[in-house]
């Protein structure tokens, strides 16, 4: 069945650019996002790139796919502690039989001073 | 404001007695949808609804029932709890199953 997978922990000091990786296995997905959770509150959508794009920048945030490769990452430059949170990486199972969003195991991003 | 409403946000319960869930959108989403967040496991989608009247099993149904009477309301029922279903709970809706998905800010249920 369809996948996600992310590494599960990332640490980085302030300033510093941080890079999330994420695999996924349907080729045929629509749409791939990045949910950010900080502690106690749901997801909230940070940025999606639609899959027949290779790149998107949005302030301190870019996105890049390599759909050959089923690979997506997520690089925040000057990574604040502000920041501290997990990400998760999500596709839309354009393929699958329900359609819905397939999320990984999100990454938790740990922001030292 | 554009929110999904959970309720309540912690619940406590004993094993067996039934309880509801509920999730509210003011958005005119079709689709919605519940998750549960488990440790080590991401979030898994329980069920999910395309319009008024569609419900559908997502990959974790078993304990679970919906309802989706109106476009703005999607209750998730747990008719019998067990410990097995502590778990942080998050609803969320779309305007469709491609789009991005807005979720509530997640129910927090222990099963005792």
């Known amino acids: 069945g369809e996948d996600v997978e992310q590494s599960l922990f990332l640490s980085v000091r302030e300033g510093d650019s941080s890079v999330i990786n994420c695999t996924y296995t349907d080729s045929s997905s629509t749409y791939l996002y990045w949910y950010k959770q900080e502690p106690g509150a749901g997801l909230q959508l940070l940025t999606y790139?639609?899959?027949?794009?290779d790149m998107k920048q949005d302030q301190r945030l870019t996105v890049l796919l390599n759909k050959k490769d089923k690979h997506l990452s997520l690089r925040i430059a000057d990574t604040q502690t502000g920041d501290s949170a997990i990400y998760f990486c999500a596709e839309s199972g354009g393929g699958g039989s329900q359609g819905n969003l397939i999320f990984g195991k999100g990454t938790k991003l740990s922001v030292k001073p | 404001e554009a929110q999904v409403t959970q309720n309540p946000r912690y619940l406590i319960t004993v094993t067996g007695k039934k309880l509801t869930v509920t999730c509210s959108q003011n958005m005119n989403h079709e689709y919605m949808s519940w998750y549960r967040q488990d440790p080590g496991l991401g979030l898994r989608q329980i069920y999910y609804?395309?319009?008024?009247?569609?419900?559908d099993k997502g990959d974790v149904p078993e304990g679970y029932k919906v309802s989706r009477k109106e476009k703005r309301n999607f209750p998730l029922i747990l008719e019998s709890p067990s410990p097995n279903q502590t778990s942080l709970y998050f609803c969320?809706?779309?305007?469709?199953?491609?789009?991005?998905?807005?979720f509530g800010q997640g129910t927090r249920l222990t099963v005792v």
């Open positions: 790139i639609f899959s027949n794009m």
């Open positions: 609804s395309m319009n008024v009247e569609v419900t």
């Open positions: 969320a809706s779309s305007l469709d199953r491609y789009t991005e998905a807005f």
